[in-house]
């Protein structure tokens, strides 16, 4: 989970398209690698997702948590509660077979990485979602059992989707494509408070925003570029494709090269328990001063009075 890159300015505020898999809060993490998943949401708006991992047939209720709250100092983000026992914990019996699904057919606004979701009664949406969150920065293959795993992530709201926006530009008398953007909900910005110094949320209302990079340098395919945070009070980023030595705890092998890639994409766990959204952009074309001056006003904006990214 580490900083910065460069250069596009597509902007895309939540989706791409793709399925398939903890914070405490968000777009709330229920498992890891399942399959055939259920999904079923009773009139009293609890739900019961099902699904097998490991060999076993997982049944959990879930219930108690909407959308997403403001990030306050001293407050805790919205979350389900959770029971995975199937309604052993909350009501002292299994309810996983006995489970009446008054849910219809999910109706709402198309999500990245959908597995399933349903329309409740009330109008309100839930949703499954599955990516591979735990893949390691810069490049290389996972090497510990959970850093490939498909983590499987529960939603519900009933408002606009969180937003995630991104700009590809040149830094540094471009020799470098950056990357940067924003993160907000409900048009406020979405950020925490405190984090370990590897820039790993410590509260529930920090976020990573994960980028990907497509064929690269790193080998074919969608490869895990570098994980940051937004920043507290403006929920903007900044991040460059530079060369960067292996981080601590990880393989050795020299210097990692520059990520740039055939295409790139970013996700984000959504505040509280709204679903996690995407942004998904291209390179930069041939250098264009015009352009530059362009997205150089567009970071100024993004950035406000965010003293940790500068226009480049």
Same mark, same amino acid.
């Given at each position: ?8 300015c ?6 791409a ?24 949401? =009773? %009139?009293?708006?609890e /739900? !019961?997702? $099902?699904?097998?991992?490991?060999? @076993? ?5 879930? +219930? *108690?948590?909407? =959308? %997403?709250?403001?990030? /306050? !100092?001293? $407050?805790?983000?919205?979350?389900? @509660? ?5 309604? +052993? *914990? ?22 990245? +990485? ?79 408070f ?7 949320p ?11 990079t ?30 960067h030595?292996?981080?601590?705890g ?38 264009s ?24």
């Amino acid at each position: 989970m580490r900083s910065r890159l460069a250069a596009l300015c597509s902007v895309v505020a939540v989706t791409a398209v793709l399925f398939s898999p903890g914070v405490a809060s968000a777009s709330q993490l229920i498992g890891r690698n399942a399959s055939n998943v259920q999904l079923r949401v =009773n %009139a009293r708006g609890e /739900a !019961m997702l $099902s699904y097998a991992s490991a060999g @076993k047939r997982m049944n959990v209720l879930a +219930w *108690g948590a909407t =959308n %997403a709250i403001a990030p /306050a !100092m001293g $407050s805790a983000q919205v979350q389900f @509660k959770l029971d995975y026992a199937g309604g +052993w *914990g909350k009501y002292r019996r299994n309810l996983s077979k006995s489970f009446v699904n008054s849910c219809q057919p999910y109706s709402g606004p198309q999500l990245s +990485w959908f597995v399933t979701g349903c329309t409740a009664t009330d109008g309100s949406f839930w949703a499954v979602q599955s990516w591979q969150r735990g893949l390691p920065d810069l490049g290389f293959d996972p090497w510990k059992p959970l850093q490939d795993a498909w983590e499987i992530h529960l939603s519900h709201w009933n408002t606009d989707l969180p937003r995630l926006e991104g700009w590809m530009n040149w830094a540094y008398s471009k020799h470098f494509q950056h990357f940067f953007g924003r993160f907000t909900y409900m048009g406020q910005p979405v950020f925490g408070f405190n984090s370990t110094s590897k820039g790993e949320p410590t509260d529930s209302f920090g976020r990573n925003v994960y980028l990907d990079t497509f064929n690269s340098a790193y080998g074919p395919g969608w490869k895990r570029e570098n994980s940051f945070l937004t920043h507290t009070n403006t929920g903007a980023f900044c991040y460059g494709f530079y060369e960067h030595d292996p981080y601590p705890g990880y393989p050795a092998g020299g210097r990692r090269p520059q990520g740039v890639g055939e295409q790139y994409r970013a996700t984000v766990i959504g505040p509280g328990v709204t679903p996690d959204v995407t942004w998904q952009g291209s390179p930069l074309g041939p250098y264009s001063a015009a352009l530059d001056e362009q997205l150089k006003e567009t970071q100024r904006q993004v950035y406000g009075n965010d003293a940790q990214c500068k226009p480049l």
